[in-house]
């Protein structure tokens, strides 16, 4: 089955803003087997979205049209579905009903302006909306099913999943689509690729068939792997099996098979180990810290972190001696060690973490060139340090090094030595 | 002048990618008076780019396809281009040398598959990509133009930059859009709207047409001013007498109108002043550090941050008196002015921050409810201390409560007591 999303709103037109509703939209269709070959953005304008609609007719199962149904004049989607389809607009008086008392609930009295929400093409069914004033629409129109949702992500979001499970997916013929993501670090896409293409070749031909795509993101890769099948369960079952079998060839750098991030991981394996950690950094300025951080309850393991950032900070605050700092330099793996260390034995923590590098895009040399970060971990008995050669601006280049200690710690717990 | 981008490539059709490419090329369209009317993702599929192209070549006065240039099978660019134009595709000798050399010098053979970058539809100007392999390619058809370019953004900013230069610019009849970013922070959107919506209300029929958008994202308001000109002096003296008005209006809570974000504006103000800053943070851990030092050159004037989630920590790292937070409790203005100035002694600074509060989503209470965040800011003798009740969930509420930190402490920069 063949989608086509169509996102309106001449703000997406600008450099400013990208449509990001769609894959909101797609992973719901995805769900239910259904494709989503092209996704057209278009500006406030009833002739241009007129003709996308046309077009989209000739092949599509289904067409899901985002936005444009507000009360202002360049709300345009309800004239150019009337326009496509040939019949006229009309009132529904209980919409109309409906969206004065929300206005009345608040003490307001509607604008006349809202009136417009109430309209609908003949024949269209109305989609309720529980977040907003705008009602969704349903068409069917030959073998093709249009959808009209708000563009507002809270009032799109409840509305998609109703639609796609009470008016899509039993449309839905075909076999649905099932994803995994499979997260590693510390290797590049091409070592992974070497290891993995070799068994994830395979898949395209099995019973239930599984597509693999490799994406390199700042510090990561991913493997996206998707199936087809009748069922969630065999699908399921197949993907299950395809995870783990990457999983030991991949060993260790995969991190996250669930779709948690580094950040949470480490923090859940703290958590299960009642260990608390404190951390000192330098070029990655509080990252560390803040990622470690955005996760809910991570007050449970996370004491406190430095940013020192100055030599004098090292020094008052984790105690780095001034003659380590002078003999090796800042960025070295002794003052990381220095650091992670001292910031362990202040906290009263069980594990320390320390950092220090050049993330630029002044103070390199030829010795220690911009993106030299030395991380050092301290946990129980073992104290590890490395240094790491990173590419790119400043802020990768400080995003880096947060991944690459976060998963130092990572391993150290879980293959302790 | 009217301008369609079409973004090639599968990934974007998935739940996990959107397509950002296309916001660097519309930049650049702008600025010679090429409006973007439509923008298009579609897959690795030669049948649906080519029904693409068909349909856009029918209005497009340009059209711009991003993406499917590489050497494997699913770069379907070429032969879509080549079946729309009803021409053969040539091999160009030249370009196979060229690929070949750049194999040579990484000490490989080049690939036979990467052959097929060196051919393109008969007829095209082939457009040299100083950083990879795929050159671009320019064809006219009648009265549209249409250029190819590599996906990666490194390839593609510079080559962009080149058309618009030498090709589409001695083509755009029309005027060129010239535009300006207003940021503002600490008002809400409908406030500001109030107060500027009567001063740009009278731009549109100006000599000099001027268009504003208000886009409201976390912590801070934009106003993105599109002047449309003929020429640029003409238009950046519109747009200069327009950003001097709507300064005049909206006060001090205009922070940058040239593009810069808060964190460059306070460090460019703690420099001119030639102070320090220290910071203590608890509930935005460690993030208000981290954006300070995403700037290059923050070495300068930022000294140390500590991060003290836990009690123990905000009375070891900064003094806080353990008598003052059970009076008060830890998220208190009390207890943000003794982490601004203890943190400020310590450091022996010239100024000081503290932030303490509920990022949630748990930690809330009926008398201080998730988002509840108390800042303190110290400066010379001056020491200000406020609470905040921000909404959204944690990294939302976290990113605000930095935004309001920096913004107190800019108040205090540009209108001392």
Redesign the interface.
Known sequence: MKACVIAVGS??????????NS??V??RL?TIGF?????????D?VD?LT??LE?ALA?ADAIVVIGGLGPTDDDITREAIARVLQVPLEVHEHVLDRIRERFARRGMTMPEINRRQAMAPRGATLLENPAGTAPGLWIERGSTSIVLLPGPARELTPMIETVVRDRLAPLGRGAGLF?R?IKITGRTESDVDTSAQPIYGRWTSAAVPIST?I?AAQGQIEL?L?ARADNRAASEAALDAAVAELRSALGPSVYSVDGRPLEAIVGDLLRERHLTLAVA?SC???????R???I????DY?????????N??KT??VGVPEALIAEHGAVSEQVARAMAEGVRA??ATGAGIGITGI????GGTPQKPVGTIAVAVALGQDVQARTFQFIGG??MV?FQATQAAMNMLRLMLIEPR
Chains 1, 2 share one sequence.
């Open positions: 703000e997406m037109l600008t450099p400013f803003r990208v449509d990001t894959l909101i797609t992973e995805n494709d989503v070959r092209l996704k057209v953005v278009v500006g304008e241009e003709r996308v077009s092949w994803r993501v795509t994406l996206h998707t950094e990655t300025g509080g990252l560390l810290a803040s470690l951080t955005d809910p309850g991570s007050s996370v004491e406190r972190g430095v940013m020192c950032y100055s004098r900070a008052e605050l202040r906290a993330a630029g895009p002044g400043r802020e400080k």
